[in-house]
């Protein structure tokens, strides 16, 4: 069984740039969570997707983050423009959609973004 | 105000050795997991206390919960080099949200 996929796993652009991140999760997961680890800090959540609709997007930083997730299967999470916060390690994670296994969640590689 | 923090932020130990990482939080939880991260890794799941647990065990791990305190540690046992990673503590609040923390670098030294 593949698991949780991202791409790219390192992208350098410039401020005011537009990146786009992808996130597979592992096939058949509902749960679908997109974080963000800056400069060796707390993993801040993003965002949680259940199939195709958006649970929680409470992590959201601003209005420069758009999250997808199209047919409920691959995300993806694009910064438009880019600013120099937006730097940091950007994970994705999945589970499955029954209540008890839910709450454990695999975590693609994530990707690193550097904003100059 | 962070929801989930570990300390210490960073542990070096000899192989052999016990680690202990502790982690508190600030409002009430469902459950507390805590995750391992390998250098240029995604996090894996090592373990889940529910918040009516006190202790559980896993191989060499053996977390503790103390709702009452609102804090949790993780105790690795014999450590190995390979267990040189980044641990965090995540709490589930409700929902399937889980808040993680900062984490604690262990550098298990052979």
């Known amino acids: 069984e593949a698991g949780v996929t991202q791409f790219p796993s390192h992208s350098v652009i410039e401020k005011g740039q537009t990146v786009t991140l992808r996130c597979d999760p592992i096939s058949g997961h509902d749960n679908l969570y997109w974080y963000r680890r800056v400069m060796g800090k707390e993993i801040k959540f993003l965002l949680h997707f259940v199939k195709e609709s958006k649970q929680d997007e409470s992590g959201m930083p601003n209005n420069r983050f758009l999250a997808e997730r199209t047919g409920g299967t691959y995300s993806t999470l694009k910064v438009q423009p880019a600013e120099l916060e937006d730097s940091g390690v950007y994970f994705c994670?999945?589970?499955?959609?029954?209540?008890?296994?839910?709450?454990?969640?695999?975590f693609g590689a994530g990707t690193r973004l550097s904003v100059l | 105000s962070q929801q989930g923090e570990e300390d210490p932020q960073a542990l070096s130990i000899q192989e052999g050795e016990n680690a202990t990482m502790n982690c508190s939080y600030k409002t009430s939880i469902n459950n507390l997991q805590w995750y391992r991260q390998n250098s240029g890794r995604g996090l894996v799941h090592l373990i889940l206390i529910r918040s009516n647990e006190r202790e559980k065990h896993s191989g060499r791990l053996r977390v503790t919960l103390d709702t009452s305190k609102k804090s949790s540690s993780l105790l690795i046992t014999a450590s190995r080099a390979a267990d040189t990673a980044s641990y965090f503590c995540?709490?589930?609040?409700?929902?399937?949200?889980?808040?993680f923390g900062a984490g604690t670098r262990l550098f298990v030294k052979a």
């Open positions: 994670a999945s589970s499955p959609g029954t209540s008890g296994a839910a709450y454990i969640q695999y």
């Open positions: 995540a709490t589930g609040i409700g929902g399937f949200k889980t808040i």
